[in-house]
């Protein structure tokens, strides 16, 4: 079993699946898209060399039944599958909850039919079916040492210890993905930095955090950005980027991650979130 929701530009959404109105006949695009693959002949040799390859985007076509009363339904399918404007998918299954974005290409239906079946052809530019739970991991913990029975020994007595980890599985997606990347102050830093160990990309910025600051980094296809927020206002501080600094992606499985700073290291925290990306349903 299966649950297809479509979301319009307006955010208004139609249940597709277990519907008084249509039955969903068919699905096509849900499996992996196909790769070009970019080959060229070498003289004196049998076969080819590979030269490069890519993904390129995904067409889903979904092909309907319109209950009765036909016509008054068949009108409000316009309303969500509206050609050359945006939609959104949902589909989900017993072991996957994922969506998608496109822009519907075609409407194509016979209304001298007794039963009209709708074929609507969507084209989706990022082929990735993408997770609906957004993973976030917190890299710095904070755990308690206080307890009872409490009794004060001579000397300092520390009521927390700040745990750093260092790694997770941050992407159980099926490619590699950006993320969100926040930084935290809790007293002055300078030049928070943070590194995937596991692809060697590290990402670190010229810049003092004060206390109850927090730096967003978001380093996901075409929403690449850096912005710091300090207490009522926020700051584009992409300028900032040192050098050298890579938009830091995370590989399918474990990652290996560290961050430091050039100063105040111990009063920075760090927290991560991504959204998995799937080839196929």
């Not at 009521?159 to 750093?164: C, D, G």
């Not at 941050?170 to 950006?178: A, E, H, L, Q, Y």
């Not at 296809?221 to 992606?249: A, D, M, P, Q, T």
């Amino acid at each position: 079993m299966f649950e297809l929701i479509v979301q319009n530009q307006k955010g208004e959404q139609l249940v597709l699946t277990d519907s008084k109105s249509y039955d969903v006949l068919e699905i096509s695009g849900l499996n992996p898209s196909a790769a070009n693959v970019n080959t060229k002949a070498v003289t004196g040799y049998d076969g080819t060399k590979f030269n490069s390859s890519r993904i390129g985007q995904r067409n889903i076509v979904i092909t309907l039944n319109i209950k009765y009363p036909i016509e008054e339904n068949r009108l409000n399918l316009y309303k969500f599958f509206q050609v050359k404007r945006y939609i959104k998918l949902y589909f989900s299954t017993r072991t996957r909850n994922v969506w998608i974005e496109g822009i519907v290409e075609s409407f194509e239906n016979n209304h001298f039919t007794n039963r009209q079946k709708p074929v609507i052809s969507i084209i989706c530019p990022d082929p990735y079916w993408k997770s609906a739970d957004e993973r976030t991991f917190d890299f710095t913990e904070s755990v308690s040492l206080f307890e009872f029975p409490f009794e004060i020994p001579t000397g300092e007595i520390a009521f927390s210890e700040r745990i750093v980890k260092t790694s997770e599985y941050i992407n159980t997606g099926d490619v590699p993905t950006g993320g969100i990347i926040t930084f935290t102050a809790s007293g002055t830093v300078t030049n928070p930095k943070i590194i995937n160990n596991s692809t060697g990309e590290f990402f670190e910025l010229e810049c003092e955090m004060q206390s109850g600051d927090r730096i967003v980094i978001n380093t996901g296809f075409g929403e690449k950005s850096v912005i710091l927020k300090h207490l009522y206002y926020e700051e584009n501080i992409l300028s900032s980027r040192i050098s050298g600094s890579k938009w830091i992606k995370f590989e399918s499985g474990e990652n290996l991650i560290s961050y430091t700073a050039e100063s105040g290291a111990e009063f920075l925290s760090l927290k991560i979130s991504a959204v998995q990306k799937f080839e196929g349903v």
